[in-house]
């Protein structure tokens, strides 16, 4: 019985950890033109399959050596989720009702089908500090300085990460907007 229980709790980790070890080898199988001094197309899915299979076999070996969980840790978080539950529903009588806004949640939608729209247009960097500056006023916050560093820093870390790091090629935008991406990507040494 006990091996039963083994082998039905350590089944999913050996099966997504093979279906992770055949994709493995179908990514380092990719063909490309390599650029020296980059990463290939190849890295980013053989380092996340490479993660997925250590995980699994670190789960299979746990259940093998410890043997298939008990349950009794579950109902011991399903009481304690109860009783503070509990204590919060009782602390709490008077509680104010939540706020509700749909206008602007409204807002919020079309300023994000906006951003979508002139993504392509603009480019990703002055789309991008525009949509997070309108949202975090949407969302009626107004530390002025915060909302300028969140924008702008926020924005050109996302574009050196995915575009220096992970070589995902993000939209640059027409002229003259392209200008602002270019330049960027220069300062940045991006290529």
């Known amino acids: 019985m006990a091996t039963d229980a083994r082998l039905t ?13 055949y994709l493995y ?6 063909q490309y033109h390599a650029r020296t001094g980059t990463l290939g197309p190849d890295f980013w ?3 996340i399959l490479v993660l997925t299979i250590v995980v699994c076999l670190y789960e299979v070996i746990k259940i093998a050596v410890r043997g298939a969980h008990t349950h009794d840790v579950v109902g011991v ?9 509990n204590k919060h529903a009782a602390a709490e009588p008077d509680a104010a009702p939540v706020e509700s806004h749909p206008v602007l949640l409204l807002l919020g939608i079309g300023v994000t089908l906006l951003y979508v729209a002139a993504v392509q247009k603009l480019g990703f ?5 525009t949509y997070l500056i309108v949202f975090m006023l949407i969302g009626r916050y107004r530390r002025w300085g915060v909302i300028a560093a969140v924008s702008l820093i926020g924005t050109l870390l996302l574009m050196f990460i995915f575009m220096k790091l992970v070589y995902v090629s ?19 040494g991006i290529r």
């Open 77 to 85: 978080l399903e009481d304690m989720v109860k009783e503070s539950a």
């Open 125 to 129: 960097f002055l789309t991008t500090v």
């Open 25 to 30: 080898y179908a990514a380092a199988h990719f």
């Open 45 to 47: 899915p053989q380092a």
């Open 170 to 188: 993000l939209p640059i935008g027409v002229e003259p907007f392209s200008q602002v991406t270019f330049f960027l990507m220069q300062v940045m």
């Open 9 to 21: 709790e350590a089944l999913p980790y050996a099966i997504v950890g093979a279906a992770a070890g």
